[in-house]
C-alpha cells in the first residue's frame, strides 16, 4: 500500500504527478520515444554519411600519392614504408565504408522494425499505448479530483469564515475601548463577533469533513495511479533496453580501436616501417645504379654469320613435305644463341644440344625437335653435327 506524500513547497505541490491532470507527462512519454527514434535513426543516418564521405577522402589521397611517390627518388625499404601508408589507407577506406553500410543497413533497420513494431497505432487516436495510459489515469484520478475540488471549494469558504470572524473581533475589540459607545451597540457588535465564530466553526467542521474523505480516498487513488504508471515503466523500460543494445551495437561498429583488421593494418604497418634498413637500401643502390652493377666490359666479340631469311614470309611447304624426315634424327649443338623471330621458329642457348629431323632446305633453314618436344625450323649455320 502507497503512503500519503510528504509535505512539499506550495509550488512543487502544484507540479506533482499527484495533482489532476500532471500524469500528462508520463502519458506524452511514450510519442516523445518515437521521436528520439527518428532523431537516433537520423542522428547515425549522417554519421554514416560522415564514415562514407572519410572513406572516400583516404581513398582520394591514396591515389593521389600513390601517383606522386612513384616518381620520387626514394627506393627500396624506405619506399616500401612510404607505400605502406597507402596500402594501409586503402584498407582503413574499405573498413569505414563497412561501417557506414552497417549503420545504415543494420542498424537503422533494425531501429526503423522496432519503432514500427513497439509504437502500435489506434484509429483517430495516435498510439495505442498513449490512449490507453490517458484513459487509465483520466479514469483513475476522475473520482479523487472530484473530491480534491470539493476540499477547495471547503477550503475557501472556511478561509473566508475565518476572515470574516477577524472582522468581527477587530470591531468588537475597537468597541471596547470606545467609551463613548452604548450598551446596546456594543452588544450587538459581540453578537455579530459571536456569530462569526459559530459560523466559522461549523464550516471548519465541513472542511474537516470532505478532508477526511479525500484523505480515506487517497490510498486507493495512489495504488491506482501507481499501477498504472508502473505499467507505462514497464513499456519504458523495454524501450530504455532496446536502445541500450542499438546504441552498444552502433558502438560495436564504430570502435575500431577493438577492430583486428585495424589492429591488423597498424601492426603491418609498424613492421614495414621497422623493417626500413640503411644497409639493404644502401646496398641495393649500389648494385642498380653504383659499382655493384653488372657490366659487360669490353672483350672479343667472335663474329656471328648472318641468318639468312625466306624470301617469302611463309616457307614454301610443298618443298617441306618433299624434304625426306631422318629416322631417330641427327644430334646437332647450337654455335650460336638463337630467338625465334617467328613462332615456327626454334629457341635455343649457345651449346645446347637437341636433334636435327629434316634436311637443309634452299633458303637456309633445317627442322628440328627440341629436348622439351618442341619442334621447328633454325638457321642451319647456327649449328653443327655432334660427332660421337
Request: net charge neutral.
Amino acid at each position: 500500500m502507497s503512503t500519503l506524500p510528504e509535505e512539499v513547497p506550495e509550488d512543487s505541490r502544484l507540479q506533482s504527478f499527484w495533482m489532476p491532470g500532471n500524469y500528462e507527462r508520463t502519458v506524452q512519454r511514450t510519442d516523445r520515444s518515437f521521436q528520439a527514434c527518428n532523431d537516433i535513426m537520423a542522428c547515425f543516418l549522417e554519421r554514416a554519411k560522415v564514415e562514407k564521405h572519410y572513406a572516400q577522402q583516404l581513398s582520394d589521397w591514396s591515389s593521389k600519392w600513390k601517383a606522386i611517390v612513384d616518381s620520387r627518388p626514394l627506393y627500396g625499404s624506405l619506399m616500401r614504408a612510404w607505400q605502406c601508408f597507402f596500402s594501409s589507407a586503402e584498407r582503413l577506406s574499405v573498413l569505414h565504408s563497412a561501417i557506414s553500410r552497417s549503420l545504415v543497413t543494420e542498424e537503422r533497420e533494425r531501429v526503423k522494425t522496432w519503432q514500427k513494431e513497439s509504437f502500435p497505432k489506434k484509429i483517430f487516436c495516435g498510439f495505442r499505448e498513449t490512449h490507453e495510459n490517458e484513459t487509465a489515469f483520466a479514469r483513475a484520478q476522475k473520482p479523487w479530483a472530484k473530491r480534491l475540488g470539493k476540499l477547495e471549494k471547503a477550503r475557501s469558504v472556511y478561509q473566508k469564515a475565518c476572515q470574516k470572524e477577524q472582522v468581527a473581533i477587530d470591531r468588537e475589540t475597537q468597541a471596547k475601548e470606545n467609551k463613548e459607545l452604548s450598551p446596546e451597540k456594543l452588544r450587538k457588535i459581540q453578537d455579530a463577533r459571536e456569530k462569526a465564530t459559530e459560523e466559522k466553526d461549523k464550516v471548519h467542521e465541513k472542511y474537516e469533513k470532505v478532508l477526511e474523505d479525500v484523505t480515506s480516498y487517497t490510498p486507493r487513488y495512489m495504488e491506482e495511479m501507481e499501477a498504472i504508471f508502473d505499467h507505462s515503466q514497464e513499456e519504458e523500460r523495454k524501450r530504455i533496453s532496446f536502445l541500450k543494445q542499438a546504441f552498444l551495437s552502433i558502438h560495436r561498429h564504430l570502435d575500431i580501436t577493438n577492430n583486428e583488421s585495424v589492429k591488423t593494418v597498424y601492426s603491418e604497418l609498424h613492421h614495414t616501417l621497422m623493417s626500413i634498413s640503411e644497409t639493404d637500401d644502401l646496398k641495393w643502390w649500389k648494385n642498380n645504379h653504383g659499382p655493384g652493377m653488372p657490366t659487360d666490359w669490353p672483350k672479343i666479340e667472335e663474329w656471328v654469320p648472318p641468318v639468312k631469311k625466306p624470301k617469302t614470309k611463309k616457307r614454301n611447304k610443298k618443298c617441306q613435305k618433299d624434304k625426306p624426315v631422318m629416322i631417330g634424327g641427327v644430334k646437332v649443338r647450337a654455335l650460336y644463341d638463337y630467338k625465334a623471330e617467328e613462332s615456327d621458329e626454334l629457341s635455343f642457348k649457345a651449346g645446347e644440344v637437341f636433334l636435327k629431323v629434316e634436311e637443309e632446305d634452299n633458303q637456309g633453314w633445317c627442322r628440328g625437335v627440341l629436348d622439351n618436344g618442341k619442334d621447328g625450323f633454325y638457321p642451319a649455320n647456327y649449328v653443327q653435327v655432334v660427332v660421337e
